[in-house]
């Protein structure tokens, strides 16, 4: 028999499998498109419905003289910001919804970067992607380039809306602009907190602390006229300085620009410095045990929802402390206006011209961020199976978990000699643990 070489079959090609980058890309665009079209939709319905609106709210004289006295307020100037350009509906726009949807694409950005990013990590399913010829900024860069899309794409949807709008193409252009701007800065505020962080809880925590802050100096900046440099220590504070459809200022997305693209150059070289599956801190060696609400299956429910509860209790408690500063200036602006009272009144907000009203429908509101408040997820919890602690409360040595016992009985089993025999429930614990 002789050996030789198959002829290839006519009409055959040779195919290799897709790059590992680009399968990684489609790999984070996956579990980030349901809810990149949500944030996207609801930020071009939202400018839309205000833009449409404009026009009818400024129909009346009488009512246009009282909403800048109301913007004129002190307390709805750090709601909602300096009310600049109220007389043309873009400027409007931005006033009325500019801020609520910067919150909404930045709170997006950090919630998605921090899951697809560190917390894939701590799953185990970045092992398989860094088994590739992939290094690890790499894969990071990868998974932070779709986030960083989304949030160009949101201000795209935003500058078109406003276009259609009628209104002036330098401030639809500049406020679209600075909107995805800030998305794509709070995504690299993010990707920076997941290398640093060696769990995903503490890094998401430090960039939503990040937005808070720079939220808070934007609103102290509006509130107080002398603290107004803060406005510059701030993304949110960037993006009003812009003052688009009035100003159009450039220098400071400029600004803004050059802080995405260094904490986005800092974040590819913490990576490099950190070992896979760690962060640059490391983690905590252990820590006194916390025994407290431990003593039955209702405590242990309480204290599992009181950090949670703590934390939405806190926020929920300061927006409304806002609202309800500006509960004087919005009734009294029903009530010399009608025609808006009237329109309230038919999408099911009545008495909103009186104090018990306003308080009667914010306590109806209410009901919408409560809602929102979810147990959080067992730390323990990795990529759908519960990892065992070494010994959790209710076990000890005498009573070990699953896998310590699957390891004894492979050491009972190479011990065991002719004359040992081993228990058939050791057996069969030892394959339920490895199913």
Not at 130 to 138: D, G, K
Not at 198 to 212: C, D, F, M, S, Y
Not at 396 to 414: N, Q, Y
Request: proline share 6%; hydrophobic share 50%.
């Amino acid at each position: 028999m002789s050996l030789g070489t198959r002829p290839a079959v006519a009409g055959s090609r040779v195919t290799s499998d897709p790059a590992p980058g680009r399968a990684v890309t489609w790999l984070a665009v996956r579990q980030i498109r349901r809810g990149a079209l949500i944030v996207v939709g609801l930020a071009a319905a939202m400018t839309a419905l205000v833009a449409a609106t404009y026009a009818q709210v400024m129909a009346d004289p009488a009512a246009a003289g009282s909403l800048k006295a109301l913007a004129g307020n002190p307390a709805i100037r750090t709601l909602f910001g300096a009310p600049i350009g109220l007389d043309t509906a873009g400027g409007f726009t931005v006033w009325r919804v500019g801020t609520v949807i910067a919150v909404l694409l930045g709170s997006w950005s950090i919630m998605v970067t921090t899951r697809i990013t560190r917390g894939e990590e701590d799953a185990g399913r970045w092992d398989l992607l860094l088994a590739s010829r992939l290094p690890v900024p790499a894969v990071l860069l990868r998974h932070l380039a779709p986030v960083m899309v989304v949030a160009v794409a949101t201000g795209t949807a935003i500058t078109a809306v406003l276009l259609l709008a009628g209104t002036a193409p330098a401030g639809a252009v500049l406020h679209g602009a600075g909107t995805g701007l800030l998305g794509m800065f709070f995504a690299a505020v993010a990707a920076l907190a997941a290398q640093v962080f060696p769990a995903r809880t503490p890094a998401t925590g430090t960039a939503v602390a990040v937005l808070g802050v720079g939220l808070l100096a934007r609103m102290i900046g509006d509130g107080v006229t002398a603290l107004g440099w803060l406005h510059w220590l701030s993304p949110f504070g960037l993006l009003s300085l812009t003052g688009p459809y009035v100003h159009d200022r450039v220098l400071p997305l400029l600004s803004l620009a050059a802080a995405t693209a260094l904490l986005t150059v800092l974040t590819l070289l913490v990576a490099r410095r950190r070992d896979a599956g760690d962060g640059l801190l490391p983690a905590t060696a252990g820590r006194r045990p916390r025994t407290l609400l431990l003593a039955g299956v209702a405590t242990f429910a309480v204290r599992r929802v009181l950090r949670p509860m703590a934390g939405w209790m806190l926020g929920i408690g300061a927006y409304y402390l806002l609202i309800g500063l500006t509960a004087v200036s919005v009734t009294d602006f029903l009530r010399d206006n009608p025609a808006m009272a009237g329109e309230a009144s038919q999408a099911g907000f009545d008495g909103l011209g009186s104090i018990a009203g306003f308080a009667a429908t914010l306590f109806a509101i209410l009901a919408m961020p409560i809602g929102g408040l979810r147990h959080r997820p067992d730390d323990r919890v990795r990529g759908g199976r519960v990892r065992p602690a070494a010994h959790p409360a209710g076990e000890s040595a005498a009573h070990p978990a699953p896998a310590d016992r699957c390891r004894d009985h492979r050491h009972r089993r190479s011990r065991s000699g002719p004359g040992q025999r081993r228990r058939p429930g050791d057996l069969a614990r030892c394959h339920r643990h490895r199913r």
